[in-house]
């Protein structure tokens, strides 16, 4: 189905639903077991791959116009399942590139940019997309759609931008030859950033079984 067909009245709009949750289940199932660390010489690549086909979902839901509940308010769900166990496996999956650091708003002029973490933004991503997936097995399609909308604009989406340039920019290091001599985390309890520069703290050695697929090395070698 075309992008550009989205607002065609003979479409079917099931189909569109069923394409957007076949992504949002891709993503969940496919982060999940990169959360593993079964493969860690791979997880940047495969994170890289799953947030860039996430993010053609969110496009194409924000193409979309906008998408009204059925009810004027949204059925309770319960407690939200527990994504900390997911968060630690990726804090130390990610350990030494975990952290980066972020622009939040690029249209707001003289904005410092600010420490975010890899891991945590993977886990709400995670929790916004289960919130939509569990109206879309409840059978409220259209609540699934104007959730997962709504958290696009609001949550998931600017978060999955920041997260998938940072990989990239590990990714580009690699493959350009270019291999951080070191990989320094930025405190994410820092209260205040100074606007010229960034303090580079907890800096960290990129763990054996990441370093060597990534390319990274210390400068104390």
């Not at 969110?58 to 997911?86: C, F, S, T, W």
Request: proline share 6%; hydrophobic share 40%.
């Amino acid at each position: 189905m075309s992008d550009a067909t989205l607002h065609a009245t003979a479409q079917n709009p099931d189909d569109f639903a069923v394409q957007i949750a076949d992504q949002v289940e891709s993503f969940l199932v496919a982060v999940t077991e990169v959360s593993k660390g079964d493969e860690p010489d791979s997880a940047v690549p495969f994170l890289l791959l799953e947030v860039s086909q996430l993010l053609l979902a969110g496009g194409r839901l924000g193409a979309h116009e906008d998408i009204v509940p059925d009810e004027r308010y949204e059925p309770d769900l319960g407690p939200e399942p527990d994504v900390d166990q997911l968060r630690e496996n990726f804090a130390r999956l990610l350990d030494p590139i975990d952290v980066y650091s972020e622009v939040f708003d690029p249209y707001e002029p003289r904005k410092a940019p600010v420490p975010a973490r890899i891991s945590d933004d993977l886990a709400d991503i995670i929790t916004d997309l289960r919130h939509g997936m569990a109206h879309y097995r409840s059978g409220r399609t259209t609540e699934a759609l104007w959730w997962w909308q709504f958290s696009y604009f609001s949550n998931w989406g600017p978060t999955a931008s920041a997260v998938l340039r940072a990989l990239q920019s590990v990714l580009i290091h690699v493959r350009l030859n270019q291999p951080l001599d070191e990989l320094d985390g930025l405190d994410t309890d820092q209260d205040t950033i100074g606007d010229e520069t960034l303090e580079f703290e907890a800096g960290q050695v990129m763990e054996q079984e990441i370093g060597g697929a990534l390319g990274v090395r210390s400068s104390s070698k």
